[in-house]
Protein backbone atom coordinates (compact mmCIF):
# COMPACT_ATOMS: atom_id res chain seq x y z
CA UNK A 1 0.00 0.00 0.00
CA UNK A 2 2.92 2.68 0.87
CA UNK A 3 4.45 1.98 -2.53
CA UNK A 4 1.13 2.50 -4.45
CA UNK A 5 0.54 5.51 -2.54
CA UNK A 6 4.28 6.71 -4.01
CA UNK A 7 3.80 5.84 -7.32
CA UNK A 8 0.23 7.64 -7.11
CA UNK A 9 1.51 10.89 -5.95
CA UNK A 10 4.96 10.77 -8.29
CA UNK A 11 2.69 10.32 -10.98
CA UNK A 12 0.83 13.31 -9.61
CA UNK A 13 3.86 15.60 -9.41
CA UNK A 14 3.95 19.21 -11.43
CA UNK A 15 7.68 20.43 -11.49
CA UNK A 16 6.37 24.23 -12.40
CA UNK A 17 4.01 24.31 -9.79
CA UNK A 18 7.40 22.39 -7.37
CA UNK A 19 9.18 25.60 -8.07
CA UNK A 20 6.79 27.94 -6.79
CA UNK A 21 6.11 25.89 -3.92
CA UNK A 22 9.92 25.53 -3.09
CA UNK A 23 10.06 29.25 -3.23
CA UNK A 24 7.20 30.46 -1.10
CA UNK A 25 7.74 27.75 1.60
CA UNK A 26 11.39 29.39 2.27
CA UNK A 27 13.66 25.90 1.04
CA UNK A 28 16.81 27.65 -0.12
CA UNK A 29 20.29 27.18 1.67
CA UNK A 30 20.13 29.25 4.86
CA UNK A 31 15.92 29.61 5.10
CA UNK A 32 14.04 28.35 7.56
CA UNK A 33 13.14 24.98 5.33
CA UNK A 34 16.06 24.22 3.87
CA UNK A 35 16.12 21.21 1.99
CA UNK A 36 12.68 20.28 1.90
CA UNK A 37 11.26 18.66 -1.64
CA UNK A 38 8.34 19.31 -3.13
CA UNK A 39 6.27 17.26 -6.05
CA UNK A 40 4.06 20.29 -6.48
CA UNK A 41 0.83 18.68 -5.66
CA UNK A 42 -1.93 20.98 -4.45
CA UNK A 43 -3.82 20.18 -0.85
CA UNK A 44 -7.09 19.88 -1.57
CA UNK A 45 -5.52 17.08 -4.08
CA UNK A 46 -3.66 15.26 -1.04
CA UNK A 47 -6.49 15.42 1.25
CA UNK A 48 -8.55 12.88 -1.35
CA UNK A 49 -5.17 10.92 -1.72
CA UNK A 50 -4.74 10.63 2.00
CA UNK A 51 -8.36 9.11 2.42
CA UNK A 52 -7.78 6.68 0.49
CA UNK A 53 -4.60 5.09 2.48
CA UNK A 54 -6.17 5.85 5.89
CA UNK A 55 -5.31 1.89 6.20
CA UNK A 56 -1.46 2.42 6.18
CA UNK A 57 -0.09 1.06 9.47
CA UNK A 58 2.28 3.47 11.74
CA UNK A 59 5.23 1.79 10.65
CA UNK A 60 4.60 3.40 6.83
CA UNK A 61 3.52 6.13 8.40
CA UNK A 62 6.82 6.69 9.94
CA UNK A 63 8.41 6.10 6.55
CA UNK A 64 6.20 8.74 5.16
CA UNK A 65 7.56 11.51 8.04
CA UNK A 66 11.29 10.60 7.58
CA UNK A 67 11.26 11.66 4.00
CA UNK A 68 12.52 14.22 2.70
CA UNK A 69 9.64 15.26 0.58
CA UNK A 70 7.08 17.47 1.60
CA UNK A 71 4.15 15.81 0.32
CA UNK A 72 5.17 12.97 1.85
CA UNK A 73 5.08 14.14 5.31
CA UNK A 74 2.03 15.95 4.44
CA UNK A 75 -0.05 13.11 3.42
CA UNK A 76 1.47 11.24 6.96
CA UNK A 77 -0.44 13.74 8.77
CA UNK A 78 -3.69 13.64 7.44
CA UNK A 79 -3.45 10.52 7.39
CA UNK A 80 -2.50 10.56 11.25
CA UNK A 81 -5.49 13.00 11.82
CA UNK A 82 -8.07 11.04 9.64
CA UNK A 83 -7.00 8.04 12.39
CA UNK A 84 -7.27 9.89 15.00
CA UNK A 85 -10.89 11.15 14.60
CA UNK A 86 -11.63 7.50 13.93
CA UNK A 87 -10.56 7.06 17.36
CA UNK A 88 -12.37 8.98 19.36
CA UNK A 89 -14.01 6.39 21.43
CA UNK A 90 -10.46 4.75 22.10
CA UNK A 91 -8.15 6.48 24.08
CA UNK A 92 -5.72 4.14 24.04
CA UNK A 93 -5.09 4.45 20.04
CA UNK A 94 -5.12 8.16 20.59
CA UNK A 95 -2.14 8.01 22.64
CA UNK A 96 -0.57 5.62 20.69
CA UNK A 97 -0.94 8.48 17.60
CA UNK A 98 -0.26 11.67 20.09
CA UNK A 99 2.65 9.95 21.01
CA UNK A 100 4.00 9.34 17.64
CA UNK A 101 3.24 12.68 16.95
CA UNK A 102 5.71 13.73 19.29
CA UNK A 103 8.33 11.51 18.21
CA UNK A 104 8.12 13.15 14.95
CA UNK A 105 8.50 17.16 15.96
CA UNK A 106 11.75 16.96 13.64
CA UNK A 107 9.97 16.01 10.97
CA UNK A 108 7.05 18.58 11.05
CA UNK A 109 9.15 21.10 9.98
CA UNK A 110 7.11 23.63 8.31
CA UNK A 111 4.82 25.90 8.83
CA UNK A 112 1.47 24.15 7.12
CA UNK A 113 2.94 20.82 8.77
CA UNK A 114 2.50 22.49 11.96
CA UNK A 115 -0.81 24.30 11.28
CA UNK A 116 -2.85 21.98 9.70
CA UNK A 117 -1.79 19.32 12.72
CA UNK A 118 -1.23 20.23 15.83
CA UNK A 119 -4.40 21.71 17.10
CA UNK A 120 -6.18 18.18 15.64
CA UNK A 121 -3.83 16.04 17.26
CA UNK A 122 -1.73 17.35 20.18
CA UNK A 123 -4.20 20.10 20.99
CA UNK A 124 -7.34 17.89 21.41
CA UNK A 125 -5.14 15.28 22.88
CA UNK A 126 -4.53 17.65 25.58
CA UNK A 127 -7.31 18.76 26.41
CA UNK A 128 -8.12 15.85 28.75
CA UNK A 129 -4.51 15.63 29.78
CA UNK A 130 -3.23 19.25 30.36
CA UNK A 131 -1.02 21.66 28.54
CA UNK A 132 2.14 21.41 30.60
CA UNK A 133 3.46 19.96 27.94
CA UNK A 134 2.85 23.19 25.63
CA UNK A 135 5.05 25.20 28.02
CA UNK A 136 8.02 22.81 27.15
CA UNK A 137 7.54 23.20 23.51
CA UNK A 138 7.40 26.56 23.91
CA UNK A 139 11.06 26.76 25.28
CA UNK A 140 12.06 24.31 22.95
CA UNK A 141 15.00 25.61 20.57
CA UNK A 142 13.60 24.35 17.97
CA UNK A 143 11.70 27.01 15.93
CA UNK A 144 9.02 24.45 14.76
CA UNK A 145 8.11 22.67 18.15
CA UNK A 146 7.59 26.36 19.40
CA UNK A 147 4.99 26.84 16.89
CA UNK A 148 3.45 23.67 17.64
CA UNK A 149 3.12 24.76 21.00
CA UNK A 150 1.21 27.87 20.40
CA UNK A 151 -0.80 26.81 17.35
CA UNK A 152 -1.89 23.69 19.27
CA UNK A 153 -3.78 26.12 21.43
CA UNK A 154 -6.36 26.97 18.83
CA UNK A 155 -8.27 23.69 20.00
CA UNK A 156 -8.46 25.41 23.33
CA UNK A 157 -9.32 28.56 21.99
CA UNK A 158 -12.36 27.13 20.27
CA UNK A 159 -13.60 25.73 23.33
CA UNK A 160 -13.19 29.17 25.11
CA UNK A 161 -10.41 28.63 26.84
CA UNK A 162 -7.73 31.34 26.65
CA UNK A 163 -5.36 30.36 29.82
CA UNK A 164 -3.43 28.13 27.93
CA UNK A 165 -2.88 30.52 24.65
CA UNK A 166 -2.51 33.50 26.77
CA UNK A 167 0.14 31.42 28.75
CA UNK A 168 2.07 30.24 25.96
CA UNK A 169 2.28 33.41 24.35
CA UNK A 170 3.57 35.16 27.28
CA UNK A 171 6.83 32.34 27.01
CA UNK A 172 7.21 33.30 23.07
CA UNK A 173 6.50 37.15 23.66
CA UNK A 174 9.94 38.12 22.53
CA UNK A 175 10.52 35.67 20.60
CA UNK A 176 13.32 36.25 17.55
CA UNK A 177 11.40 34.45 14.09
CA UNK A 178 9.24 36.16 12.28
CA UNK A 179 7.17 32.83 12.12
CA UNK A 180 6.93 32.97 15.70
CA UNK A 181 5.66 36.36 15.96
CA UNK A 182 2.71 35.54 13.22
CA UNK A 183 1.39 32.49 14.97
CA UNK A 184 1.13 34.20 18.11
CA UNK A 185 -0.57 37.21 17.02
CA UNK A 186 -2.79 34.91 15.12
CA UNK A 187 -3.77 32.70 18.02
CA UNK A 188 -4.05 35.81 20.21
CA UNK A 189 -6.53 37.65 17.04
CA UNK A 190 -8.87 34.29 17.58
CA UNK A 191 -8.97 35.32 21.40
CA UNK A 192 -10.22 38.57 20.65
CA UNK A 193 -12.87 37.37 17.77
CA UNK A 194 -14.39 35.70 20.96
CA UNK A 195 -13.70 37.85 23.58
CA UNK A 196 -11.93 41.13 22.82
CA UNK A 197 -11.95 42.48 26.50
CA UNK A 198 -9.23 39.91 27.03
CA UNK A 199 -7.18 40.16 24.53
CA UNK A 200 -7.13 44.28 25.00
CA UNK A 201 -6.34 43.39 28.90
CA UNK A 202 -3.61 41.34 27.66
CA UNK A 203 -1.85 43.69 25.16
CA UNK A 204 -2.05 47.12 27.83
CA UNK A 205 0.13 44.96 29.56
CA UNK A 206 2.74 43.43 26.93
CA UNK A 207 2.15 45.51 23.50
CA UNK A 208 5.55 47.38 24.37
CA UNK A 209 7.92 43.98 23.96
CA UNK A 210 6.14 42.50 21.44
CA UNK A 211 7.48 42.44 17.69
CA UNK A 212 5.17 45.00 15.78
CA UNK A 213 4.04 42.10 13.19
CA UNK A 214 2.45 40.14 16.18
CA UNK A 215 0.75 43.15 16.92
CA UNK A 216 -0.47 44.12 13.92
CA UNK A 217 -1.61 40.20 13.53
CA UNK A 218 -3.21 40.72 17.15
CA UNK A 219 -5.56 43.68 16.36
CA UNK A 220 -6.24 42.42 12.36
CA UNK A 221 -9.93 42.66 13.26
CA UNK A 222 -9.95 45.98 15.28
CA UNK A 223 -11.87 48.58 13.95
CA UNK A 224 -9.90 50.94 11.66
CA UNK A 225 -9.37 53.56 14.29
CA UNK A 226 -8.43 51.37 16.64
CA UNK A 227 -5.94 49.64 14.93
CA UNK A 228 -4.21 52.77 14.04
CA UNK A 229 -4.13 53.73 17.69
CA UNK A 230 -2.79 50.45 18.86
CA UNK A 231 0.28 51.18 16.32
CA UNK A 232 0.98 54.43 17.30
CA UNK A 233 1.28 53.20 20.58
CA UNK A 234 3.57 50.68 19.11
CA UNK A 235 5.38 53.33 17.32
CA UNK A 236 5.91 55.68 20.04
CA UNK A 237 7.36 52.71 22.15
Known sequence: MLEQLKKELNELRNPEQAKILQ?????????????????????PV???????????????????????????????????IWKYKKSKKNRLEQRKIFELYLKNTKNINNWDLVDLSAPQILGD?????????????AQSKNMWERRIAII????????????????????????KHDLIHK????MLREIGKRNKKMLELFLMQRYHKMPRVMLRYAI??????????????????
Open 183 to 186: AVGW
Open 46 to 80: QRLIAKKYIGLNYSEIQQLLDNKIHEYRLIALLIL
Open 152 to 175: STYSFIKKRRFGETLAISEILLED
Open 125 to 137: FLQKEGADLLTNL
Open 23 to 43: KFFKTGAGEYAEGDIFLGIKV
Open 220 to 237: EKFPEDERKEWLKKKAKD
